[in-house]
């Protein structure tokens, strides 16, 4: 997936463990959130992993919105700061990108605001919308 978000809302920072820690807990964090993310990926048709701040997710969250789409979000920046950068890790790990938005459409990251925006404008978005609700 392509890095076209917004550059404010990459992957960065430490998660302030000490070094001695931080191997086994960044490992059971990792699976945990990303057995999270699976989680509500697969309980929810459309699922959307934003920061309430940033332009291109609200810009994802608009296009769905557009289409009539139901979809659930979560909002990284309102987790905890250790919370939030171990799901953001996870997500990179699982779609190749570290930015947000990230959008799942029925179980595949179909990208984040960009391409979300660019599926609604050329009708993908909507048909996929249709696909699901027949």
């Known amino acids: 997936m392509p890095e076209s978000d917004c550059p404010d809302c990459k992957l960065g920072g430490s998660t302030g463990l000490s070094s001695s820690r931080a ?3 960044t490992e059971l964090e990792a699976k945990t959130s990303s057995q999270r993310i699976q989680n ?13 701040y940033c332009p291109y997710c609200a ?6 919105r557009k289409d009539g789409a139901e979809f659930q979000v979560l909002e990284l920046d309102r987790l905890p700061a250790e ?9 990179g790990r699982m779609t190749g ?7 799942f459409i029925a179980g595949r990251c179909v990208g984040g605001g ?5 599926m609604q404008a ?3 978005l909507a048909a996929l919308l249709k696909l699901g609700s027949a």
Do not use: D
């Not at 509500?40 to 309430?52: D, G, Q, T, Y």
């Not at 990108?97 to 959008?103: E, K, M």
């Open 114 to 118: 960009t391409e979300t925006v660019q």
């Open 97 to 103: 990108a570290t930015t947000v938005p990230r959008v």
């Open 23 to 25: 191997g086994a807990a």
């Open 40 to 52: 509500l990926v697969a309980a929810n048709r459309i699922m959307v992993f934003s920061k309430s």
């Open 83 to 91: 919370e939030a950068a171990s799901m953001q890790a996870a997500l």
């Open 122 to 124: 050329s009708g993908e």
């Open 59 to 64: 810009m994802a969250i608009a296009a769905l």
